[in-house]
């Protein structure tokens, strides 16, 4: 009797252990597949990012060369002195081009204040995002040497060892994630150049 | 101790602060039951009311009210802790506080939680925030409008990663409990009195209402212990599972240092008194608060 009660616990013992040891493992390879989710959109999010943010900083850019070009030919700062004609035909060619802009106030305002830069803004989203991004990929990382680290612990620490001695299946070698030698001494020596 | 042993004592606390509950309901139910039916004796009650001699109006109703309030205030603990404030989700398409949401989601990974708590902005001044939630599915993290404006990103990483351990050490679940147990406790030590004062003076109505004199004045006493039960070493593990995903016990340290700051500066009134226990930093520093000093706090965090 006393044997059977021994025997029923020894055999609770090992399916709680057994399983303790698989969950940790699972959670490693979970942990592994985050690192990838993270590059994968990282690699993503950059492209679309920087693709929309160039498309507004250029358009940004054409439209204040060609305010400050008209507006250098109606001031007609060298060659021949322009007609009143040409005069008002580039003064509505400016006041079009701000128009076109973001300002949609009333025209009187508008005349001589330039459109709206968002550049600037839309270079702190960009910086926003990209910190973000570089956050989770690290996290990422992190919380998989972390779940290494528990996994490893776990099958080294002593009734644990035993049942994976006999059990081959639940060792399984990660690595941790880290760089290697001389990526460490390149990043070592990296600094901030303007 | 790790996060998963810490979710399991939690479990048990709340479980056992759920029964306890539920049995000084019972108790008082029944002491009521006693003093309205000007009972001879308590063993005469009972041996009436198992013998379906006498229906125990007063322990059903107050079994029942118990009960009901706890699946009310699980149900509907999202309104009663934001309430009294105006308040924003901040969504993942929103593009207001994206910082905010990043953040979260952020340490949403290097908690390797598999959901996403909701987040929530309430617009007011002063520097506050709590986690707060039931399952798995339903839990939120509030922030002020205050709070977000003046810390920089590495110390609102440290306060959501504060509020995030809390829910991922399962400490939501018997703050929500204790926290609704203890105001709804307070609320009934007041209709006790009201029964005192009746007038059947049988030798068990006179002995339940002595016992009901005593919880009068015990009752309130006993919500205190069972809110220090809560104990605030629950804080120290929450920053210290902040500083465990963020790895920046100095952005933690700054970030208490300049809501303590703020406190200090102004006089801020909060009138919803749930929230009060959910908080990540409580002003009045008495040895009954829920929450350690500041100074301890930071003194633990190496500084």
Same mark, same amino acid.
């Given at each position: 009797m006393v044997i059977l009660v021994?025997?029923?616990?020894?055999?609770?013992?090992?399916?709680?252990?057994?399983?303790?040891?698989?969950?940790?493992?699972?959670?490693? %390879?979970?942990?592994?597949?985050?690192?990838?989710?993270?590059?994968?959109?990282?690699?993503?999010?950059?492209?679309?990012?920087?693709?929309?943010?160039?498309?507004?900083?250029d358009y940004e850019k054409t439209t204040l060369k060609d305010i400050i070009s008209l507006r250098e030919k109606s001031l007609n700062i060298s060659g021949d002195p322009l007609s009143n004609k040409e005069k008002q035909d580039i003064e509505d060619q400016i006041s079009e081009q701000i128009l076109n802009g973001q300002f949609t106030k009333s025209f009187n305002m508008t005349?001589?204040?330039?459109?709206?830069?968002?550049?600037?803004?839309?270079?702190?989203?960009?910086?926003?995002?990209? %910190?973000?991004?570089?956050?989770?990929?690290?996290?990422?990382?992190?919380? &998989?040497?972390?779940?290494?680290?528990?996994?490893?612990?776990?099958?080294?620490?002593?009734?644990?060892?035993?049942?994976?001695?006999? &059990?081959?299946?639940?060792?399984?070698? &990660?690595?941790?994630?880290?760089?290697?030698?001389?990526?460490?001494k390149v990043e070592e020596e990296?600094?901030?150049?303007f | 101790m790790n996060y998963r042993e810490i979710v399991k004592v939690n479990r048990n606390k709340t479980f056992i602060a759920l029964s306890l509950f539920l049995l000084i309901y019972i108790s008082i139910g029944f002491l009521l039951d006693i003093v309205i039916s000007n009972s001879v004796s308590m063993t005469d009650t009972i041996y009436k009311i198992i013998h379906l001699e006498q229906i125990p109006v007063a322990t059903i109703s107050m079994f029942l009210f118990g009960v009901i309030s706890i699946v009310v205030s699980i149900l509907f603990f999202k309104r009663i802790q934001l309430s009294g404030e105006t308040y924003v989700e901040i969504k993942e398409e929103s593009k207001k506080y994206r910082d905010l949401?990043?953040?979260?989601?952020?340490?949403?990974?290097?908690?390797?939680?598999?959901?996403?708590?909701?987040?929530?902005?309430i617009k007011a001044d002063y520097m506050n925030a709590f986690a707060s939630g039931w399952s798995e599915k339903n839990?939120?993290?509030?922030?002020? +409008?205050?709070?977000?404006?003046?810390?920089?990103?590495? +110390?609102?990483?440290?306060?959501?990663?504060?509020?995030?351990?809390?829910?991922r050490n399962e400490d939501i679940k018997l703050t929500l409990v204790v926290g609704v147990i203890t105001n709804i406790m307070l609320f009934v030590t007041d209709w006790i009195s009201f029964f005192i004062f009746k007038d059947n003076n049988n030798e068990g109505a006179k002995n339940a209402k002595i016992i009901l004199i005593v919880l009068h004045f015990v009752l309130p006493i006993l919500t205190l212990v069972i809110q220090m039960w809560l104990s605030r070493?629950?804080?120290?593990m929450a920053d210290a599972g902040a500083v465990e995903l963020i790895r920046d016990p100095q952005a933690m340290a700054s970030a208490l240092k300049k809501i303590s700051l703020d406190y200090n500066l102004n006089d801020y009134h909060d009138n919803n008194v749930t929230r009060k226990a959910a908080y990540i930093f409580e002003k009045e520093d008495s040895f009954l608060s829920t929450h350690p000093s500041i100074k301890n706090r930071i003194k633990k965090l190496g500084f």
């Open positions: 021994i025997l029923i616990f020894l055999g609770m013992w090992f399916i709680y252990s057994y399983n303790k040891i698989v969950s940790a493992k699972e959670m490693v %390879v979970n942990m592994k597949s985050q690192i990838s989710i993270q590059l994968d959109r990282r690699g993503k999010v950059f492209d679309s990012l920087i693709n929309s943010v160039k498309k507004a900083m005349v001589e204040a330039y459109p709206e830069l968002k550049a600037n803004d839309n270079l702190l989203q960009l910086q926003e995002e990209i %910190v973000s991004t570089e956050n989770k990929l690290s996290y990422a990382k992190q919380a &998989f040497n972390d779940s290494l680290e528990r996994y490893n612990a776990l099958v080294s620490s002593v009734p644990y060892n035993i049942i994976v001695k006999y &059990f081959p299946d639940l060792k399984k070698e &990660f690595n941790y994630w880290k760089l290697k030698k001389e990526e460490v990296k600094r901030v150049q | 949401y990043n953040i979260l989601e952020e340490l949403k990974i290097a908690a390797g939680l598999k959901y996403m708590p909701k987040l929530y902005l839990t939120i993290i509030a922030i002020t +409008e205050g709070l977000y404006k003046k810390l920089n990103r590495a +110390e609102l990483s440290a306060v959501i990663g504060h509020e995030l351990t809390h829910i070493t629950r804080e120290y």
